[in-house]
């Protein structure tokens, strides 16, 4: 089962926009039915990083709004996915503005280093 960009979950938020909550709702728990038992005993975290919270979502995602640093690796793709279309209305000039962790290596840098 595919979670991102999964069809019955963008059709249920197709559903809240146009105002039907109640068809939202629905397919919204269509999709966490299906979810559940796709996932009962199988990893469902996309995350590369060894962790000890890998696939407890519930005490990844409290952890990260306890210390308001990050956001869970597994958010990162899709928040760069919004980001870069708010990037575009100064043609992405804020990539020249941002300077990254240390340990976080920009496409680029990786390139020089090897």
């Known amino acids: 089962m595919k979670i991102e960009g999964h069809p ?3 059709a249920a938020m197709e559903a809240f926009h146009r105002g039907d909550r109640a068809e939202g ?3 919204q728990e269509e999709f966490a039915a299906a979810f559940r038992a796709e996932y009962r005993d199988k990893d469902h975290c996309p995350c590369k990083k060894a ?7 519930k005490e990844c995602v409290a952890i ?3 210390h308001q640093e990050h956001v869970p690796n597994c958010m990162r793709p899709m928040l760069n996915r919004k ?3 708010l990037s575009a209305l ?4 804020l990539h020249d503005e941002i300077q990254p962790p240390k340990e ?5 840098a990786q390139e020089r280093a090897r």
């Open 83 to 85: 980001f870069k279309l």
């Open 8 to 10: 019955k979950e963008l």
């Open 64 to 66: 990260h709004r306890a």
């Open 90 to 93: 100064t043609e992405h000039t």
């Open 104 to 108: 976080v290596l920009r496409r680029d």
């Open 25 to 27: 709702l629905r397919l």
């Open 51 to 57: 962790c000890r919270y890998h696939g407890n979502c």
